[in-house]
């Protein structure tokens, strides 16, 4: 057990100081590590294997709560452990049926004791499978490739959004969107509008991309986003999370020019992974902000006002869901009302928190 907690440390070190950075990195590393503790730890029924993974996920969210991601994969793993549970203690069932029915009934049965043997046999006493354990790990495998695959299943519906002499405009550098982009443009000739994002100017870096990929780009100040928004057929965004009423956690910048898209009556499409959907409400929205260094908006040299002023440099938005018109999803495109649905299917009301 040592061993897994050192496993265990060693990345809630790098979440805590921001070594591991990006849904797509955390994700999958959380989900290497939630593999080797599942298959290597000894436990035999339900709650002692949720309790476990419970444990290390808590740990893993509090190092970091901004990387939603981290708690999003623990929860799917989570739900795949309760189902393959409810599936064994229901294959065990309905054996223990089919042997009651084959026994000969005694004059000494009651009504009572006829429902009563009926009735589901607690989790201690179920004789599980010799091969739950493979099943919980082939399960959580299956997330994991769901997650290497996860761009060529959001890319591969870019010709049905796409069309032909099309402005599109975009912010910040994400690589759902980029990967988005490229593959649309195998089949389709369109324009694309970055804004810089400032003060990262990652969109600098995706415009670089973009035009390799031989995309016409043109690199956009933030400031100019609303003055030629009405030349936009399309607003195609990438995000760091999405939340359970269908708002988003973005790249700064993004609230604004989603705001303009619905000012002028614009689409705005949202390109994600699903495992970037959390069940967690915006009670409070900057509890999912970061704040960095703000001297890249107001640098030391400016000695004389930084002592009469406060400056905070946030990394994120979040935009409310009435901005977003349709989220391309991995499994295919979905309305922000439709996200519900999505997260009753892969997770369990019982871990929406880590509390043991």
């Known amino acids: 057990m040592s061993k897994h907690n050192e496993l265990v440390d ?40 949720v309790t ?7 740990r893993l969210v509090e190092a970091n709560p901004t990387e939603l991601a981290v708690g999003n994969i623990v929860r799917r793993v989570l739900h795949v452990i309760r189902e393959e549970f409810r599936e064994a203690e229901s294959t065990a069932f309905q054996k223990n049926q089919s042997e009651f029915h084959s026994a000969p009934l005694t004059t000494s049965s009651s009504m009572y004791n006829l429902l009563g043997e009926t009735g589901s046999a607690p989790n201690e006493n179920v004789q599980y499978p010799s091969s739950l354990r493979s099943n919980i790990i082939q399960e959580i495998r299956e997330i994991k490739d769901e997650l290497e695959n996860i761009y060529d299943n959001i890319k591969n519906q870019a010709s049905l959004q796409i069309h032909s002499n099309e402005i599109i405009m975009t912010i910040g550098r994400s690589k759902t969107v980029e990967e988005f982009l490229k593959m649309a443009a195998v089949r389709r000739k369109f324009q694309v509008l970055v804004a810089e994002s400032a ?61 303009a ?32 260094n703000p001297d890249s908006v107001l640098g030391f040299e400016e000695g004389d006002l930084i002592g009469k002023v406060t400056v905070t440099n946030p990394y994120y938005d979040y935009v409310s869901p009435e901005f977003v018109n349709l989220f391309i999803t991995n499994q295919g495109g979905h309305p922000p009302s439709y996200l519900y649905r999505l997260i009753v299917e892969n997770y369990d009301p019982n871990d929406h928190t880590f509390d043991l």
């Open 10 to 49: 060693d990345l809630v070190a790098k979440l805590k100081r921001r070594q591991l950075v990006g849904s797509s990195t955390v994700a999958q590393a959380t989900l290497k590590l939630l593999i080797v503790v599942i298959s290597k730890n000894n436990w035999t029924t339900c709650n002692q294997l």
């Open 261 to 292: 898209a619905k000012h002028h009556s614009i689409p705005v499409v949202v390109c994600t992974g699903l495992y970037k959907l959390s069940p967690l409400y915006p009670y409070d929205e900057d509890s999912f902000n970061v704040t960095f």
């Open 52 to 58: 476990l993974v419970k444990s290390v996920g808590k």
């Open 199 to 259: 003060p990262s100017y990652s969109g600098q870096e995706m415009a670089l991309e973009l035009s390799k990929a031989g995309i016409e780009t043109t690199v956009i100040p933030d400031s100019a986003v609303f003055a030629v928004m009405s030349r936009v057929n399309k607003v195609i965004l990438g995000t760091h999370a999405v939340l359970a009423n269908g708002g988003l956690v973005a790249i700064s910048g993004t609230h604004m020019m989603a705001a």
